[in-house]
């Protein structure tokens, strides 16, 4: 289909830096980056919930 070759070419410039824009190799970095930083806030979150408990359940009674 042209609007895919269009599309095609298009990327190529950015990849080549004939063209402004995210290339390829940024992008899945920045994939990468999102994928990690989701990951550390859920550990962030059980740690923070963990913290709360273990807080709570020292009290005397």
């Known amino acids: ?3 895919t070759l269009q599309k095609w070419l298009r990327r190529a410039d ?6 402004p824009g ?5 992008a ?7 994928k ?3 990951l ?3 550990e962030n ?3 923070r919930r963990a913290a ?3 807080s709570q359940a020292n009290l005397p009674s």
């Open 52 to 54: 709360a408990y273990l």
């Open 22 to 26: 995210t290339t390829r190799t940024e």
């Open 40 to 42: 550390l806030e859920q």
């Open 14 to 19: 950015i990849d080549a830096g004939a063209k």
């Open 28 to 34: 899945a970095e920045i994939r990468e980056l999102r």
């Open 1 to 3: 289909h042209p609007m």
């Open 45 to 47: 979150e059980v740690l």
């Open 36 to 38: 990690r930083n989701r």
